[in-house]
């Protein structure tokens, strides 16, 4: 009996210990057991998401390789993009968006390092009509093209109109222009550029260099293209015609562009703008029928170069320096309805050599209200009054080695109150007299003085001219001088 017990109680403790033992196994594998697990399922699931990168980059650098390897592409509007403007967002450096024919309703932002081609600027239009709600300074301007901060591109064959108008008249407005350009250096060619509120082509920026090609900027409320705040760049053969303000201007400090074979008439201002110290350089370029000038340059500061330009027929002079400085040689100014050059203003100081300038209805070349500067080497003929007038208190240029022929009157001709210098200028062949000096006082040296119809020198009793080097006389019709002579008004 007793030996059974014990069986019992080993029994009874083998069947605790075996309980004990099933029991930590439970308490194990619902306790311990999971949480090593979870550690095993993050590690897992960390290793995969780094996979996942892996291949996405893997995707990345292949659809990149693919795009390398098919070269730049092709975008259509309207076959692959509805607009413009998605396929200008839509594409790459180097890409190039095509626009077929059609008119299309848009505000454009262009990107860096794209083209933008139509299939015919007067048959691929992007117009918009703007609203008249800018003012300067905003970083932003809804127009049919906005180009900003980009280096590198190219833009043709488009027709850019602005289509509505902005009488505004307060300070700080901004008028929507049809391009408008700021900061950056692309090319823009054989595109037509039109706004109902302000200019054509508008360039601003110290960092904008661009080149304009073989553009049309007509009838624009202000310019057809403008250059201002600093910008440079290149305008060549673009035909800017009957815009309301000037052809082409450049204006401000800084600014300085090259401007080269443009062709400016019918312009309500002037074909050519250089203003408030613009500089840079014009160079045959048309400047034809214009209302005003033909060039004009304006404000202390202004000195550009301007060089074998045409300047004919406008309605107010060939070229005009108001206050401003810079050299204008080779020019052909001829039949303006008033002088070939004006130099006017007291801060005018200009160097003019080697221009044509004839058949004028006043003069070849007129300095006047205290207008300075140099005039050598010019040819002034078949003018309907003088070859070269200085008029004016003040105003005191050196003439030097002038040519001033078949004038209607004089050769050279100082008036009320101008000083001045003319040396080895040639004046034969005039209406009236070779020089004439009405009330001023100029230095006169070594002319040629020949041939004119009255007398070689004329001058009153109240001219006090100075003498140089001897002139020449020759061949006049009443004699060499006349020396007490009287004028009438």
């Not at 400016?264 to 250089?274: A, I, V």
Request: glycine content about 10%; charged content about 20%; aromatic content about 6%.
């Amino acid at each position: 009996m007793i030996l059974n017990f014990r069986r019992s109680v080993k029994s009874i403790v083998i069947g605790l210990v075996a309980a004990g033992v099933i029991g930590c196994g439970i308490y194990c594998w619902g306790f311990v057991i999971p949480a090593e697990k979870q550690k095993a399922v993050e590690a897992e699931r960390q290793a995969s998401e780094e996979k996942q990168k892996q291949l996405a980059a893997q995707g990345s650098e292949e659809v990149q390789r693919r795009q390398q390897a098919s070269g730049p592409q092709t975008r259509v509007v309207p076959d692959q993009y509805a607009t413009i403007q998605a396929a200008i967002d839509a594409a790459n450096a180097g890409d190039t968006v095509l626009v077929k024919a059609g008119m299309y309703h848009e505000a454009l932002r262009f990107k860096e390092g794209i083209e933008l081609r139509g299939e015919n600027r007067d048959t691929t239009i992007v117009r918009f009509s703007s609203p008249p709600t800018g003012v300067v300074g905003q970083d932003h301007y809804d127009i049919p093209l906005e180009i900003r901060g980009c280096a590198n591109g190219t833009i043709l064959n488009i027709g850019f109109e602005q289509e509505r108008s902005d009488e505004r008249t307060n300070e700080n407005i901004w008028m929507a222009d049809a391009i408008e350009l700021f900061d950056s250096s692309i090319a823009i060619e054989n595109c037509r550029a039109q706004s109902e509120a302000g200019a054509g082509i508008l360039i601003s920026g110290t960092k904008s260099a661009p080149t304009l090609l073989r553009n049309e900027c007509r009838q624009n409320k202000q310019s057809g293209i403008s250059f201002e705040h600093g910008a440079r760049g290149k305008a060549e053969n673009n035909v800017c015609e009957e815009n309301q303000y000037a052809g082409i201007i450049a204006r401000g400090a800084g600014t300085s562009p090259e401007l080269v074979n443009n062709q400016c008439r019918g312009n309500e201002l002037t074909g050519l703008l250089f203003k408030q110290g613009a500089q840079g350089k014009a160079e045959n370029n048309v400047c034809e029928q214009n209302k005003q000038d033909g060039i004009l340059v304006s404000d202390s500061g202004t000195s550009p170069e301007l060089v074998d330009n045409q300047c004919r027929r406008n309605e107010h002079f060939g070229i005009e320096f108001y206050d401003a400085q810079g050299r204008a040689e080779r020019n052909a100014c001829e039949q303006n309805h008033w002088s070939g050059i004006a130099v006017s203003g007291s801060g005018a100081a200009p160097e003019l050599a080697n221009n044509q300038c004839r058949s004028n209805e006043v003069d070849g070349v007129l300095f006047q209200n205290g207008a300075h500067g140099k005039a050598e080497s010019n040819v002034c003929e078949r003018n309907n009054d003088s070859g070269i007038s200085v008029i004016g208190s003040g105003a005191a240029p050196d003439l030097a080695n002038n040519q001033c022929r078949s004038n209607a009157y004089a050769g050279i001709y100082f008036e009320s109150g101008s000083n001045g210098k003319a040396e080895s200028n040639i004046c034969e062949g005039n209406a009236t007299s070779g020089i004439i000096i009405n009330a001023s006082s100029p230095y006169l040296s070594a002319n040629r003085l020949r041939n004119n119809a009255q007398y070689g020198l004329v001058y009153g009793k109240s001219s006090k001219p100075t003498f140089g080097a001897k002139n020449e006389f020759a061949g006049n019709g009443k004699g060499n001088a006349l020396t007490k002579a009287t004028f009438t008004d």
